[in-house]
């Protein structure tokens, strides 16, 4: 009996190409984080505007995170936004829980961390 030969698909195909993977899985990132800013946003039901105002992030920089045009998403933003909707961000590893907490002076985030 010969083995049927595999069929690949085109991602398959293109997965096998380290550059192509790299810019995928970069994309991926910044597409699944954008998807979850979305998903609290909109759970808690907050506009742009609402959000500009609760977190002193301009209201382009949120248009352009929920669209997926802002490159680089800067932590602090992150968390501000993850924060405003009643989020807390945290890192675990083991028994060790670090909460990232972002304070606001004068438009300007600082990030600090609190071991749980």
Do not use: W
């Not at 949120?62 to 800067?74: A, D, F, M």
């Not at 829980?97 to 071991?115: G, M, P, V, W």
């Amino acid at each position: 009996m010969s083995k049927a030969k595999k069929i690949m698909s085109t991602y398959e195909r293109e997965m096998k190409s380290a550059k192509f993977k790299k810019a995928f899985d970069q994309s991926y990132k910044e597409f699944l984080l954008s998807e979850l800013l979305i998903a609290i946003m909109e759970k808690d039901e907050k506009s742009v505007r609402k959000l500009a105002n609760e977190t002193g992030i301009s209201p382009t920089i949120i248009q352009n995170i929920r669209s997926r045009k802002q490159k680089n998403l800067k932590v602090s933003n992150f968390v501000a936004i993850a924060h405003a909707c009643g989020y807390k961000v945290v890192l675990e590893k083991n028994d060790d829980r670090f909460e990232i907490a972002d304070k606001r002076s004068k438009n300007k985030h600082e990030l600090y961390f609190t071991h749980q």
